[in-house]
């Protein structure tokens, strides 16, 4: 019960001795972490005799052992400096380095906070992509000063905050691991990490923690598959990107299958964009009645879908989104990005659709008050997992479709008239349309015969023509005075609010911006 300070941060977990590696701390202890930066891992890569780890392990294993468990009433706290007015520069950095296979361990942690604190390494060679740019790590002694991931967690690992933390930059997952129960990012920025943001599959199919729960929360996920580069001299510092043809991956938020378990997830204002696979793919989880609740988000610019989710979330709630299915994005220059960032990147619009989703019997899936602009050859995919979907309802009310003729997507399956709308792969058997609007995609007849829907131009402020691959990237999505999506919505109890957080009241317009 008394503060006692430490010149070096590994020496709360690490004091030197032949295997006696401890956490000084008890539970429900917190820690301050000032100054920094703070090496995590061996001092040196040109010895196996590092007086960090000395005799307990070598330089891949020498991270924090498990953090001691709080309780429900005091949780242990891990805090930068700052932790009370955090901000994007505040923030206290720890950095994995020579091997270390991740620079925070939350392998099993309980009832733990950590805020305010940057997570990354100090270099740039690559563990995953080929060919390698600007070069290969060497794991063999003299070892590069690299590490592996950012954060890892396990399926004991429960009540879980993360707030206000920036984990970039690590050769492989910015996070990696099965979870628990109540685990939370709130602010987080997980970017340029080379296989990919936020993995729940730790490679070894294991099962998620009993009742699983993700809430990820005014968050950001970007850039993921990329490798950064070091020093950040960059406004986008993705010096090589990687999808799986090249030896890489890309998910922004991957999960895994096989493991006969799922989560609840709830994600709200969050962003997705740029990643070299899908932006937030919940498509394999294989078990449980989970529910899914993905609202207020934007997702842009990644190399596969937006958004998409597999059948075990037997009730999923998708509302007030802007979803750009601009799938092609990442094979042109971008301003502010090194131009070798995408020499080595192909997998463009590899899952050729914008949004796809999976259904159980007596499943059911709501779209309200979305925006979605697409050009991948199908806007929304759906599938049925199940013997029959007959008793399944697919409800799809107070949303703008947007289609875009992209020439490059015509071998994809697209034509010249622009996305496919909607593709059932099965029958849904409750399909509820109503006031929506339509404009430049293929399968919607107008007047479609359902109440309030429309094919007409959406009017947003600003509503590029299409030249090329930038023409999308300034999108205005707010909607003018003489918008025929102005005011046209029906009123839902469950959509009160738009993307920007104003009352929607009497007037809903359609869209995810009133």
């Not at 930066?37 to 070598?58: A, E, H, M």
């Not at 060497?138 to 396990?154: K, Q, R, W």
């Not at 989970?290 to 998409?308: P, Q």
């Amino acid at each position: 019960n008394q503060h006692c300070a430490f010149n070096d941060y590994r020496f709360l977990y690490d004091d030197q001795s032949y295997g006696n590696r401890a956490w000084v701390i008890a539970g429900g202890d917190t820690v301050i972490l000032r100054g920094g930066p703070w090496r995590v891992g061996f001092n040196q890569g040109i010895s196996s005799n590092d007086k960090w780890c000395y005799g307990g392990s070598g330089p891949f294993d020498c991270y924090n052992p498990p953090v001691p468990p709080g309780t429900a009433t005091q949780h242990t706290r891990i805090l930068g400096e700052n932790y009370g007015s955090c901000n994007a520069t505040n923030k206290t950095q720890i950095f994995g380095g020579f091997g270390v296979t991740v620079a925070l361990n939350l392998n099993d942690a309980q009832y733990v906070d950590v805020s305010c604190v940057e997570i990354t390494r100090h270099s740039d060679c690559i563990r995953h992509g080929a060919p390698a740019y600007p070069s290969g790590c060497s794991a063999s002694f003299p070892l590069d000063d690299y590490d592996g991931d950012g954060i890892t967690t396990t399926n004991r690992t429960h009540d879980l905050t993360l707030t206000d933390l920036w984990i970039h930059g690590h050769t492989d997952r910015g996070i990696i691991g099965p979870i628990g129960a109540n685990v939370t990012c709130l602010r987080c920025n997980i970017s340029y990490n080379g296989m990919a943001g936020w993995d729940f599959d730790d490679g070894r199919a294991t099962v998620f923690g009993a009742n699983a729960s993700w809430n990820f929360l005014y968050s950001q996920i970007s850039w993921n598959g990329c490798n950064q580069e070091y020093p950040i001299t960059h406004t986008f510092p993705a010096i090589s990107c990687y999808g799986q043809s090249s030896g890489g991956y890309g998910d922004g938020i991957g999960t895994p299958s096989g493991t006969g378990t799922g989560m609840t997830v709830v994600v709200d204002h969050s962003s997705f964009d740029h990643n070299t696979q899908d932006g937030i793919d919940l498509g394999h989880m294989d078990a449980g009645t989970n529910a899914l609740t993905f609202t207020n988000n934007s997702s842009y610019a990644n190399s596969g879908g937006a958004v998409k989710w597999g059948a075990y979330f037997q009730t999923a709630v998708i509302n007030n989104n802007l979803l750009e299915a601009n799938c092609l994005r990442m094979s042109a220059p971008i301003a502010g990005a090194p131009s070798t960032y995408n020499t080595n990147l192909g997998d463009f619009c590899r899952a050729q659709d914008g949004v796809s989703f999976n259904l159980l019997q007596n499943a059911t899936a709501t779209f309200a008050n979305n925006t979605i602009v697409s050009y991948a050859p199908t806007t929304m995919d759906i599938g049925c997992w199940d013997t029959s979907c007959s008793n399944s309802t697919f409800t799809f009310v107070n949303n703008i479709m947007v289609g875009y003729n992209n020439p490059t997507t015509w071998n994809m399956g697209s034509q010249s008239s622009g996305p496919g709308a909607f593709y059932f792969q099965q029958p849904v058997g409750n399909i509820v349309r109503n006031n929506n609007l339509y404009y430049g995609v293929r399968n919607i007849s107008c007047p479609t015969g359902n109440t309030g829907e429309i094919c007409s131009s959406p009017l947003f402020v600003n509503q590029p023509t299409w030249i090329d691959e930038t023409s999308l990237d300034n999108f205005n999505f707010n909607l003018t005075s003489g918008s025929p999506a102005k005011g046209t919505g029906v009123v839902l109890p469950f959509v009160t609010l738009d993307y920007n957080g104003l009352l929607r009241g009497v007037t809903n317009s359609l869209g995810a911006i009133q």
